[in-house]
């Protein structure tokens, strides 16, 4: 019930298209859905997040798309560039307790000029 | 925002072995994670630690690991007899704010398990 299922596990996109990830969850408790973005070897790094009461949320050329009743969550990136190119993890966690995250399996990201 | 730094970059070590993974925060931040990610795999949650106690930990975090705060500052992940299957990079976290839910990953280590 705690696993968060992300796919595709690889996207090739065209510069200047649209990248879309998706993520699903179970735990209709999580109340905090983070994207990460991550270069080789590198840590993760933050890159938005959202929190259930709203059903999407902007942060430049990133969206995140949250529908509550699907338990599913998406990022879009926006006009894609090659140094977007890198793999991107959803999370889920419950705000309370712990905070651990639980994350995704992980999509690597292609942008090609 | 300011992140955690971690050593060493890199540890090699023999089978059987202790390991001592080291987060450095840059101030004085009270909340910290540690996960791993074997390679090409997911992040895996290990272990919280909030005010110098564990928060909560996973089905991972056996007696072979153990966390610590020893000097008030530096903030280690201790294995105590490394297996082959302990090879992965792995990330030190601090909270962004007590109440807040960011995380904010550190570069990681990079063990390797011989």
């Known amino acids: 019930q705690q696993q968060v299922k992300q796919s595709p596990q690889s996207l090739i996109v065209q510069k200047g298209g649209i990248s879309i990830i998706n993520c699903a969850y179970e735990n209709t408790a999580f109340d905090y859905f983070p994207w990460y973005q991550q270069f080789p070897g590198k840590g993760p790094a933050l890159l938005i997040a959202?929190?259930?009461?709203?059903s999407e949320k902007k942060e430049g050329r990133f969206t995140i798309s949250f529908n509550k009743s699907a338990k599913q969550f998406s990022l879009h990136i926006m006009d894609s560039q090659p140094g977007d190119s890198a793999t991107y993890f959803c999370a889920a966690c419950l705000s309370y307790g712990g905070n651990q995250f639980y994350f995704g399996t992980g999509t690597s990201l292609t942008v090609i000029p | 925002e300011p992140e955690v730094t971690q050593t060493p970059s890199h540890q090699v070590t023999q089978m059987g072995q202790e390991v001592i993974l080291r987060c450095v925060p840059i101030?004085?931040?009270?909340?910290f994670y540690w996960y791993r990610q074997i390679l090409g795999q997911k992040v895996e949650f290990l272990v919280s630690?909030?005010?110098?106690?564990?928060?909560?930990k996973s089905e991972i975090f056996d007696d072979q690991f153990s966390v610590e705060r020893p000097d008030g500052s530096n903030f280690t992940l201790k294995i105590r007899s490394t297996k082959l299957e302990d090879s992965a990079m792995y990330f030190c976290a601090r909270r962004g704010t007590v109440r807040g839910n960011e995380q904010f990953f550190g570069p990681g280590t990079r063990l390797t398990v011989l």
């Open positions: 630690f909030y005010n110098n106690e564990i928060s909560e």
């Open positions: 101030s004085n931040h009270l909340y």
């Open positions: 959202i929190r259930p009461d709203v």
